[in-house]
């Protein structure tokens, strides 16, 4: 009878304690820092200064070997009139290489004509673009009949990257300062800070001027200006 009483009493001081320290956490949770987030955004222009293009040359013959000749041919005639124009070895890359038949067929759905088509294309980086226009225009005239995907390039974005990234910070501290100040509030301490990047480089089509080709060539081409964007997220604690 004893040793039950003694068990009931502990239980009871059991409970009491942990109700004690529940009570407590209760409390503690309640207490909510209240927070304030933003999201700022930085740009920044740059003047291209390389560009990537995909030259080919696609020829097609009723035989394979005739095919290929004619586009081998006309491929070391591009190929020299880059080297004329100062493009270095190492800034030629074949990107694509294909050989196929082609069929032609009459209004009964049988083969009237087969031949053969060959592509060859090299992806050319070009970091002279005052002379881009001339050069489209003396590898059009030495064999090339496919030209695609130029894309306009800055070589070193560093320096314009941390500027973007410096601008999307004081934008966001700026608006919070801003909300804050409309709310009658103070801003604390900053407890998170992140930025990345949103887009870029990407063409700026409403950009503030830009380079362009000679104006001298047959081929106007106009490299315009590249815009990066950049975005910071950073939240403040808010104090009275």
């Given at each position: 009878m004893k040793n039950k009483i003694l068990i009931a009493i502990f239980s009871m001081i059991l409970v009491v304690s942990l109700a004690a320290c529940a009570g407590g956490n209760t409390a503690n949770d309640q207490k909510i820092q209240p927070q304030i987030s933003v999201t700022g955004s930085g740009q920044v222009y740059l003047t291209p200064d390389v560009a990537y293009i995909n030259i080919g040359v696609k020829s097609q013959a009723?035989?394979?070997?005739?095919?290929?000749?004619?586009?081998?041919?006309?491929?070391?005639?591009?190929?020299?009139?880059?080297?004329?124009?100062?493009?270095?070895?190492?800034?030629?890359?074949?990107?694509?290489?294909?050989?196929?038949?082609?069929?032609?067929?009459?209004?009964?759905?049988e083969v009237t004509k087969t031949y053969y088509v060959v592509e060859n294309t090299v992806y050319v980086t070009v970091r002279n673009l005052q002379g881009l226009g001339q050069m489209l225009d003396a590898v059009v005239q030495n064999g090339a009949n496919t030209i695609n995907s130029i894309q306009f390039d800055v070589l070193d974005k560093?320096?314009?990257?941390?500027?973007?990234?410096?601008?999307?910070?004081?934008?966001?501290?700026?608006?919070?300062?801003?909300?804050?100040?409309?709310?009658?509030?103070?801003?604390?301490?900053?407890?998170?800070?992140?930025?990345?990047?949103?887009?870029?480089?990407?063409?700026?089509?409403?950009?503030?001027?830009?380079?362009?080709?000679?104006?001298?060539?047959?081929?106007?081409?106009?490299?315009?200006?590249?815009?990066?964007?950049?975005?910071?997220?950073?939240?403040?604690?808010?104090?009275?």
């Open positions: 009723d035989k394979v070997a005739d095919a290929l000749k004619k586009n081998n041919d006309q491929a070391a005639g591009v190929a020299s009139a880059l080297k004329d124009l100062g493009i270095d070895a190492k800034d030629i890359q074949t990107s694509a290489f294909n050989v196929y038949p082609q069929q032609e067929f009459g209004p009964n759905g560093s320096k314009a990257m941390s500027e973007a990234r410096k601008l999307a910070v004081q934008d966001a501290h700026n608006q919070a300062q801003e909300l804050a100040d409309a709310a009658g509030v103070k801003l604390g301490s900053l407890t998170s800070l992140s930025v990345f990047i949103s887009s870029g480089p990407t063409p700026a089509f409403q950009g503030k001027g830009g380079a362009s080709a000679d104006s001298t060539s047959q081929v106007p081409v106009s490299a315009g200006q590249l815009i990066i964007t950049m975005d910071a997220n950073l939240i403040y604690v808010i104090t009275q």
